[in-house]
Structure formats: structure tokens, C-alpha cells
């Protein structure tokens, strides 16, 4: 089977690490990471008062942080499979039809699991 050579396997890996990291750290501003998978986070409920405006914005913070943390959860989620077919030997090969996916695709969109004409 056709694949990438080693050296831009290489390189995506390493820009793919680095994607982690990003999302990790910014999940990690307002969520914690749960022990049941990796890449799942758990937004947190900050508690800023009691009165009823302190309540208001408690939710409404919750919610947009609820928001972004499903966005970028879903993308954490796509570069960790995206690194799990590098380790397996998969990556860059289109799950619908084997064929190898451009380098140029795969540099605009690393976590892509098919060519774009799929």
C-alpha cells in the first residue's frame, strides 16, 4: 500500500502534539480533564454570588463555556485519531477509498480522514 514518507509523517505528528497541547491548555481554563478518556473534559459551574445577577451570569458562563468546550473537545477528539493512525501506520489514507490523501490536504486539514472529492 502507498503511503507518506516518514519525514512528513513526522513533521504532522509533531504539528499534531502541538494541536493537542493548544486545546488541552485551553480546555483546561475552564474544564478538567475526566479519568474516563482522554480528551474529555468536564466544564465547571463557577460560583461568583448569590444574588440573583451573580446566578444569571453563573449560567450564562456556563453555557458559553458549555458551547466551547463541545467545539473543541470534537476537534481534540479528531487529532487524537488522527495521531492514533499515524501510530498505527494508516494515516493519510482515505477510510473510504485506500487512496492516499494529498500532503496538500493533510497540511490545511491534518485531522482529514478521506480525500477531499469523497
Not at 475552564?30 to 468536564?42: K, N, S
Not at 440573583?52 to 470534537?74: F, K, M, P, R, W
Request: aromatic share 6%; net charge negative.
Amino acid at each position: 500500500m502507498e503511503t507518506h514518507n516518514q519525514k512528513f509523517l513526522d513533521e504532522m505528528k509533531v504539528f499534531l502534539l502541538e494541536e493537542k497541547a493548544k486545546l488541552e491548555n485551553e480546555l483546561s481554563r475552564f474544564a478538567i480533564e475526566t479519568d474516563h478518556q482522554e480528551g474529555r473534559f468536564e466544564t465547571q459551574f463557577n460560583d461568583l454570588g448569590r444574588d440573583q445577577e451573580d446566578n444569571a451570569h453563573e449560567v450564562e458562563e456556563y453555557e458559553s463555556n458549555l458551547a466551547l468546550e463541545n467545539t473543541l473537545e470534537v476537534h481534540l477528539q479528531e487529532i487524537i485519531e488522527a495521531l492514533e493512525r499515524i501510530n498505527a501506520g494508516n494515516y493519510g489514507i482515505s477510510q473510504k477509498s485506500g487512496k492516499i490523501i494529498p500532503e496538500e490536504r493533510l497540511r490545511i486539514y491534518p485531522e482529514a480522514k478521506t480525500c477531499a472529492d469523497e
